[in-house]
């Protein structure tokens, strides 16, 4: 029974001690949860207009990492469609902010 306990012990503090980092948003949760607040944030940066250069090319950066995440979730998911989909969305979202900072007079 100890041996058990102290095995156990062993691997949770591995587990803890080496957290893995994606380099995305920082974001808890299941991936349901994840991908809602990613869909949030991607709706709230699609809704803003008439942004200035500088704010556009820095949306460009946000929207694309955000972007990378939910295609990371949908990877991790490949049987969930809607997952599929909101990656594709993204994608498509960080591409059009991607030609309106590269067309932006600066």
Same mark, same amino acid.
């Given at each position: 029974m100890n041996r058990l306990v102290l095995a156990s012990l062993a691997a949770s503090l591995i587990l803890l001690a080496c957290p893995k980092t994606t380099g995305g948003p920082n974001l808890g949760?299941?991936?349901?949860?994840?991908?809602?607040?990613?869909?949030? *944030?991607? &709706? &709230? /940066?699609?809704?803003?207009?008439?942004?200035e250069c500088g704010e556009t090319c820095e949306l460009k950066t946000r929207v694309c990492k955000l972007s990378d995440t939910?295609? &990371?979730?949908?990877?991790?998911?490949?049987?969930?469609? &809607? /997952? *599929?989909q909101r990656c594709v969305t993204s994608q498509e979202e960080c591409a059009r902010f991607n030609e309106s900072c590269s067309t932006c007079k600066k």
């Open positions: 949760g299941s991936d349901d949860e994840k991908m809602d607040s990613l869909s949030a *944030q991607l &709706e &709230e /940066y699609r809704t803003k207009s008439n942004t939910a295609c &990371e979730i949908a990877g991790r998911n490949a049987d969930r469609a &809607e /997952y *599929q």
